[in-house]
């Protein structure tokens, strides 16, 4: 028997369209955001890159159970899976790392929960 290979299926709506460039959209507002953010002091020390698209979205939620099998703590591991299994059902995932120590995540977000 051959073998068929469907991408999406069923084909996406008008409004799925949009709904998946309006989210890549707000991913690009929200990397300008932190890259601008004057939290900073002016030093350019933070990068933003944002993956989407079904192949690259696999392949890191591919990696993510790699790292989960082979490398994270067993402790970890569960929410590696977990994430992973999340991260097939999104559009857009956007990451944003700090270059260095000076701009520490912690800077940034200082109280994460605060808001609850």
């Not at 002091?41 to 993510?64: C, K, P, S, T, V």
């Not at 994430?83 to 994460?112: G, K, Q, Y």
């Amino acid at each position: 028997m051959p073998r068929i290979y469907l991408n999406e299926w069923p084909p996406q709506s008008p409004p799925a369209l949009a709904k998946k460039e309006n989210v890549l959209l707000a991913a690009r507002l929200m990397a300008n955001a932190a890259l601008t953010a004057p939290v900073s002091g002016g030093i350019h020390g933070y990068e933003a890159d944002i993956a989407y698209g079904a192949e690259e979205l696999e392949a890191i939620a591919r990696e993510m159970e790699r790292l989960a099998h082979q490398e994270v703590p067993r402790r970890l591991k569960k929410m590696f899976l977990y994430e992973a299994a999340m991260l097939r059902e999104t559009d857009v995932v956007l990451f944003i790392v700090a270059r260095d120590r000076r701009c520490s995540l912690h800077r940034l977000f200082p109280r994460p929960f605060r808001a609850l």
